[in-house]
Structures are given as structure tokens and as C-alpha cells.
């Protein structure tokens, strides 16, 4: 019935999500309220885990992408489950530094990382650099000189794959900002490069080449390619790349239309793509990194908010606002995403209207969707807008000078503040 299985309806008729009333919640907590499901995004941990285990022998490490939804509380998480973190700026690795995340377990990802940046995660002793550019190379391996250290990097490398999802968020084709292409010998002088560095140890190569992806074919392909290029540096250069990072990008359910496969699926094929490919080439498997955001992330929230104005223009649409919109949730306007919505205090009614959904931002474009089935909303009701635990908070803004909301972690039945809700004098914080 809706589009993520920890959200019910309970006996009152309102929706609950792990077991909780969300009217509750936004009563005790107000709205707009990201709230996010604990148990949703540790199972979605253990079965990254598990089926790398079970398919690949446990030679491989997930590593959650925190740019999905980043907070200390969700690192906290994610390093009791296991896992290691994706980080993309310093502001996300001092989260986890400050959560206590072991610093061991991340990667530090980015196209354009500044010295500061760089030097952070070289203090921080973070586990692996993933370079993306010469230039980057040069200064690594000048501050790593410096401070007297030698990190492992991996390159990114655009592996020439269409990931067929919304071009805004494809990454792995050669016109990319992201990485180094392959077609043009740039990876391998590159690589060249490394090897020849004292301060840097090039531990491994990386793609990534998109996000919400359905198809697993490009993901197989990318990592044929990868290993293709592994097995050339090894014959032209005698060095065997051992680690192998295949990126994130799972594709998720945020309306029912929408056909993910279950990522054991993904593992059980890519497995079988890279021990085959291994085999033919003559390769030791190499060590798997896996960067999951969305998938661990966004089926876990859901936003709450209070509806307000209610607009029905005769023959044209119905507005239904609501106390947030495109400060908290930027993805209609960015991408159109769609997103399922329901009144959550009359969840077991039908829904018998199609709405636009607008937020409160001075801008047209503001909507959280349109065409949106929903049951007669009004003001006062409470509106849930599901799927939202993925770059939701993380994309956030204060556009408007909007308060950004409180990040609510449900688990057992029990309900805890993890992010608190912004004042007026944090709007101001800054100013002088
Ligand atoms: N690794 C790298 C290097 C990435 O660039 C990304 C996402 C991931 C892992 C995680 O991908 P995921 O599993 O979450 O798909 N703001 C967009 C999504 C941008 C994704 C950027 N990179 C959205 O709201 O759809």
C-alpha cells in the first residue's frame, strides 16, 4: 500500500512509521519534521553485508555514502553496523571524526578537494584518497611529504558507461567533471604517475556511474571495463590494483511505479561478472568497495509537515501548501523527482483527489509534486511525504531564511532528536 514497508496505518487511522503514530511525533516535535526509521536503515546494512558475503566471499567492504544524509547520530549508526563512509568534503569527514567513526573505513571522494581538505584527511589518517585529477595527485603527494605520511588513493575513473538515469546525476560517461577518462590514455598516464610517487600508494581504481539506476547491465559493465583496465596496467606495467571500488547508484521505490531490483540481485551478477572476468584475464580478485547512499538511506524517512493553504483553481489544479517545500526537499525542482504522499491522520481514507503539493518558498517552482494522488487534504492535517531520507536533509537550504527541520530517528517504538529543529538566532548565527 505504500511504497516503503515500514509505514502503516494504525487502528486510529493514522499512519505510523516503525511502529509509531506520525501525528504523534509531529505534535511532539512540530513540523516540517524529517523523521528516519532505524531499523529500515540498519537491515538495509546487513543486506549490503550479507550478500557480499554471500556472494563474494566477504571481500569487500560497503561503504555507506554519507552525502545521501549525514548527521552524527546517522555515522554512529552506520559504524556500529559495520560499514565503512564515503565522505565528499571536509564538513562530512568532521561529522564522522566527531561521531567517532573509525577514520580507517573512509574514503574521501571529490573532484575539486581543497589543500585544507586534503590535509584534514591526512590528519585524520583517513583509509583511502580517491584522486580525481593530476593536479590533485600533485599536491597529495607534496602535502603527504610534507607531513610525513604515505596515504593509499584509489583514481576515479570514468569508465565510459551510460547509466540511463536523469543526466543531472549520471557521472560515469567521458563528459563528466568526475574522473579520469579512459579513451583518451589519461587514466593510465595517470597511473603511470602514481607509481612512480613516493609519498602516495595507489591502492585501488574507482567508478561510480550514477544514481537511482534500475538496470544492472551498465553497473556489470563498468565493471567489466574496470577489470579490463586493471588487467592492463598489470601486463604494462606490472602492478596488480588490488582494490576495486564499483560506486553506489541502486535505484530505489519512491512511487509504485517505480521497479528496483534488490541489490543481492546486483551483487550476485557483478560477483559473477568480476570472478569470470578475473579468470579470463588472469587477475587475483580484487577487493570490492561498494558505496551505497540511497539505498541505505531514503527508504528510511519520511518528512512531515502541516498543511496550510488549500487553492482549488476550477479546471486547472488544486494547490495543497504546506509548512516546507524546496528548503527541505529540493528534488522536484532540481530533477522532478516523484514522490508519494498521504494525509497522515487520514491515511485509511481514500484518496480521492489528484493535488499539487506546493511548499512556502517564493518561487512557482516550488512543489513537492504534481498529480499527486491524495485523500481531502485541509488545513491543520498533517501531510507525510514518503521515501524522503535520502538527499532531502543533506540538500537542504535556508532559502527564505527558512529554519532548516529537526531530524527525528525512530527505533522500537521509541522516538529521539538526532538533528534539533533551527532557531531564528541560527538563521542569523553568522551575520554580522
Ligand atoms: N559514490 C559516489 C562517488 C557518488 O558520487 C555517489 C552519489 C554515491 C557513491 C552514492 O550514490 P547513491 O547510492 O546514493 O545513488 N542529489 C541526487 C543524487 C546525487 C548523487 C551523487 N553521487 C538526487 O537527489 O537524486
Known amino acids: 500500500m505504500f511504497v516503503s514497508n515500514n509505514l502503516d496505518i494504525n487502528e486510529k487511522g493514522n499512519l505510523t512509521i516503525g511502529g509509531i503514530d506520525t501525528t504523534e511525533l509531529a505534535a511532539e516535535y512540530g513540523t516540517p519534521l524529517y523523521v528516519m526509521d532505524e531499523a529500515v536503515i540498519r537491515e538495509s546494512c546487513q543486506r549490503f553485508k550479507n550478500s557480499i558475503d554471500k556472494y563474494y566471499g566477504g571481500q569487500g567492504r560497503v561503504c555507506y555514502a554519507s552525502k545521501a544524509f549525514s548527521c552524527m547520530e546517522m555515522c554512529r549508526v552506520i559504524a556500529d553496523e559495520g560499514l565503512g563512509l564515503e565522505v565528499v568534503s571536509a564538513g562530512e569527514m568532521y561529522t564522522a571524526m566527531k561521531a567517532g567513526f573509525p577514520m580507517e573505513k573512509i574514503g574521501f571522494q571529490g573532484n575539486n578537494k581543497t589543500d585544507e581538505e586534503l590535509e584534514l584527511a591526512l590528519e585524520f589518517g583517513v583509509g583511502n584518497i580517491v584522486v580525481d585529477n593530476i593536479s590533485e595527485l600533485d599536491r597529495l603527494e607534496k602535502l603527504a ?233 485541509e488545513a491543520g492535517d498533517i501531510l507525510a511525504v514518503c521515501a524522503t531520507g535520502a538527499y532531502n536533509y543533506s540538500m537542504s537550504s535556508n532559502y527564505n531564511r527558512l529554519c532548516k527541520p529537526a531530524v527525528v530517528f525512530v527505533k522500537d517504538g521509541k522516538s529521539r532528536i538526532a538533528v534539533k529543529r533551527e532557531t531564528l538566532d541560527d538563521i542569523i548565527r553568522n551575520d554580522i
Open 145 to 377: 611529504a610534507e607531513k610525513g605520511k604515505r596515504p593509499h588513493i584509489m583514481f576515479r575513473i570514468k569508465p565510459g558507461i551510460d547509466a540511463h538515469t536523469h543526466a543531472f546525476i549520471k557521472t560515469g560517461q567521458i563528459d563528466s567533471k568526475f574522473g579520469f577518462a579512459l579513451e583518451t590514455g589519461e587514466a593510465f598516464d595517470a597511473v603511470k604517475r602514481a607509481l612512480s610517487c613516493k609519498n602516495v600508494e595507489l591502492a585501488g581504481l574507482h567508478c561510480h556511474i550514477g544514481s537511482q539506476i534500475f538496470d544492472i547491465t551498465p553497473l556489470e559493465e563498468a565493471a567489466e571495463v574496470m577489470l579490463g583496465f586493471i588487467a592492463k596496467i598489470k601486463n604494462e606495467l606490472g602492478y596488480e590494483v588490488k582494490g576495486l571500488n564499483l560506486g553506489g547508484g541502486f535505484g530505489i521505490k519512491y512511487v509504485n511505479s517505480d521497479d528496483p531490483k534488490p541489490f543481492e540481485m546486483y551483487m550476485e551478477r557483478v560477483s559473477a561478472v568480476v570472478k569470470s572476468k578475473c579468470s579470463e584475464l588472469g587477475l587475483s580478485q580484487p577487493f570490492i568497495y561498494l558505496e551505497p547512499g540511497r539505498s541505505i538511506a531514503a527508504s528510511a524517512g519520511i518528512t512531515l509537515y502541516t498543511v496550510g493553504a488549500r487553492k482549488v483553481i476550477p479546471n486547472i489544479r488544486t494547490y495543497i501548501s504546506v509548512d516546507g517545500g524546496m528548503a527541505d526537499n529540493p528534488r522536484y525542482i532540481l530533477y522532478q523527482s516523484e514522490y508519494d504522499a498521504v494525509v497522515a491522520n487520514k491515511a485509511s481514507e481514500e484518496r480521492s483527489e489528484k493535488v499539487t503539493i506546493a511548499g512556502k518558498c517564493c518561487e512557482s517552482g516550488d512543489l513537492i509534486g504534481e498529480n499527486m494522488p491524495l485523500q481531502h487534504a
